[in-house]
């Protein structure tokens, strides 16, 4: 029997946290709750006890089991591989405990929608980890495009992976960012969609088109720079997103021209470019504060089940034209991500 305890954890008092899975990502996430005001580490769970251990002793709580861990918490990270998402998020749910499950919100679009049905239902938050959304330079934008007629998007995540095996394809496990932030910029449903791929998975560029603009995404693992960049082309500017810096930069009032000077001909282009504040600091920080203010007050999360089915239902589908034609399914499951950004 499931037991709503979103009203339970409205108040300003100590709001009890815990982490399923604590590999490189739940790590991170263990972390940042133990540091967090009015938040307890109730507890980590992972199916290596050495690691449980390890990481429970490092942040000052203790490693249990999941049945456990969902009796004591308010709220739970889940970061288990993407085929134990469903079963895992559905278990928790159940008990009442809401919930932050890492990207992909599951292996496929209807457990996806299975998922945000059941959290209705019981009137908890079901946040998905699409940490992109709480960049500070992705954030900044978010305060300009309003303002902004946009008429196209270009991303590039690029690079090579940290110990250069990492398992997959880069649709699912780099370019399904951009393709979220992108999603959430445009505050539209895409219409249509293009993709090619290459290098065995490794490299794919897509275009998406939505009613007014048109997004290009580029993700690439083979790339012997590390790259993450956002360029948004509207009529009034240019604005430029530097992911890894966190920094954002507008280009207005372009003038190109061309000079003469002693006989000679030269080309000058000048525009005013304008740096908005950046707050800068740590993306995973920023989406666990507002996640546990989003519980907190029973509202709404910044990124919804809704918005990780839309991202996930899309990558699937640039995955099944960037990778050719195949016998699988249009519900297609992931493959299995790293943890990568």
Known sequence: MSTDRTTDATTDEQIRAGVIGVGSMG???ARIYAELPRVELAGVTDHDDGIARRVADEYGTEPIDLETLCERCDLVTVAVPTHAHYETVSTCLEAGVNVLVEKPIAETVEQG???AERAREAGLV???GHIERFNPAVQTVEELIDDLDVISIEA???GPPIDRTAPGNVVFDLMVHDVDVVGSILDEKPH???AMGSENGNYATATIEYDDAIATVTASRVTQKKV??????????LVEVDYLEQSVLIHRDSYPEYLTDDGQS????ESVVER???DTGEPLRNELESFVEAVRAGTEPEVTAEDGIQALETVQLIDRLAMGPTDETDDEPPREPEVEA
């Open 276 to 278: 908005p504040r950046v």
């Open 266 to 269: 030269r080309y000058r282009h």
């Open 27 to 29: 790590e991170n996430h």
């Open 192 to 194: 249509s969609v293009a």
């Open 228 to 237: 993450r960049t956002l360029t948004v082309t509207a009529r009034e500017c």
């Open 113 to 115: 929608q299975k998922l």
């Open 126 to 128: 079901l946040q998905v």
């Open 156 to 158: 590039h995540r690029l």
